[in-house]
């Protein structure tokens, strides 16, 4: 099975879906003086803007993306928001929130193109599994997806509470594992059994978060990758995770169109390369 990523290879854009290819993890950060980042975390990010997005985005062929608020402004989606309004229906967006969320503050959301709530849940982040469940009910009303982010291998241990979530359930980064897995661990496995439920799916973005393996990341993300492909297409969506807010140094960027080539590399064939790319997600995010 090949895993790694040939740099020579390069995704050919002209061959994209007719809608375009939907990037389903990305984030934008405005101005620290106009959106300030909350307490301890200030300076946390430099600003990445909207046109530094779309000089990226439009040679891979990316038509539409989904802006995923970063969890260091607290409950604040004033960032999101004026990153909604900038690149408009062409975008979706996925806010923080916790079970206080009011009908008029979810309302605004909602009609700025969210559609759904994030859940960073390291110990960094500033929301935690103790209001995952009430916010996920809170939610249910909106018609949102829950989106969590979390090490992979916490998931056999907490199968029956994910399960117990209502709604669309979407799982970040090929899973999280950290340290990474193979597709024998109990952890991976109970991630294969969330996907049975039809409910639940999976970001192919962000290979290095769940790949022991240096850059170009994908020996160990690669080899769960193939395998969700091959069992579980309807269920995978896709991300560039631009601008790789956890590598510091643009080095370790993976290469943009060897990332989408990996596609073909673990087996996806020209349909099901489109279902992850374009349809699921254009369903997912009510495109």
């Not at 008029?104 to 960094?124: C, D, H, I, P, R």
């Not at 109990?186 to 973005?205: D, Q, V, W």
Request: proline share 6%; with cysteine.
């Amino acid at each position: 099975m090949k895993t790694q990523i040939d740099e020579k290879q390069s995704y050919n854009s002209e061959k994209a879906p007719e809608f375009g290819i939907i990037d389903c993890h990305m984030h934008l950060i405005g101005p620290q003086q106009q959106f300030p980042f909350s307490t301890g975390h200030h300076d946390k990010f430099q600003p990445w803007s909207a046109s530094q997005y779309l000089d990226h985005a439009t040679p891979l062929g990316i038509s539409h993306c989904v802006i995923t608020q970063t969890p260091f402004y607290g409950v604040d989606n004033s960032n999101l928001l004026y990153a909604l309004a900038q690149l408009s229906d062409k975008a979706r967006g996925i806010a923080v929130v916790n079970e206080h969320l009011s009908t008029q503050a979810g309302s605004q959301l909602q009609k700025a193109g969210v559609v759904g709530a994030n859940f960073y849940l390291f110990e960094n982040g500033e929301l935690d599994w103790h209001c995952v469940a009430p916010t996920n009910e809170r939610i249910q009303s909106l018609n949102w997806q829950t989106q969590l982010q979390f090490n992979g291998r916490e998931i056999a241990a907490r199968h029956n509470a994910l399960k117990a979530l209502k709604g669309n359930i979407v799982i970040d980064h090929i899973g999280k594992f950290q340290p990474s897995v193979k597709l024998d661990d109990p952890n991976f496995k109970a991630l294969c059994k969330l996907l049975e439920t039809g409910r639940f799916y999976i970001k192919l973005s962000a290979p290095y978060e769940s790949s022991d393996s240096p850059s170009p990341f994908t020996k160990d993300a690669g080899k769960l990758a193939a395998f969700l492909i091959a069992y579980y297409p309807d269920y995978l969506i896709w991300g560039s995770n631009w601008p790789h807010l956890g590598l510091q140094n643009t080095c370790d960027w993976p290469n943009p169109f060897s990332w989408l080539a990996c596609l073909g590399q673990w087996g996806a064939s020209t349909s099901v390369s489109e279902k992850i790319l374009t349809t699921n997600a254009k369903a997912l995010f009510n495109f």
